[in-house]
C-alpha cells in the first residue's frame, strides 16, 4: 500500500537530508526503480515533489503506474 503525502518536511529534517543525498546518486545511476519507490513509501512533501520532478527525466515505464497514483490521488483529495 502505498503512503501519501502526511507533512511537508519531518519535524527533525535529518531523514529528508539523507534522503535527497541519495536521490543524487541515484539520479547520477538514472535508476527509476529507486524514485519509484520513494514515491510509494515517503510521505513527505519536499521528497515526493523532488522524485516526481526526477521522474520526469529518467523514469521509464515502471514509473507510469506510480505516477499514476500519485496523480489520481491528488486529485481525489482536492
Known amino acids: 500500500m502505498a503512503i501519501y503525502t502526511e507533512r511537508i ?5 535529518t531523514n529528508d537530508y539523507e534522503v535527497l543525498a541519495r536521490m543524487e546518486k541515484e539520479f547520477e545511476a538514472k535508476d527509476p526503480s529507486f524514485f519509484n519507490e520513494v514515491l510509494k513509501k ?4 519536499v ?10 527525466e529518467i523514469g521509464d515505464e ?5 505516477l499514476a497514483d500519485v496523480m489520481k490521488t ?3 483529495r482536492s
Open 47 to 56: 521528497i515526493r515533489v523532488h522524485a516526481v520532478t526526477i521522474l520526469s
Open 9 to 13: 518536511m519531518n519535524r527533525d529534517p
Open 62 to 66: 515502471s514509473s507510469v503506474p506510480v
Open 42 to 45: 515517503e510521505p513527505t512533501l
Open 74 to 76: 491528488i486529485r481525489a
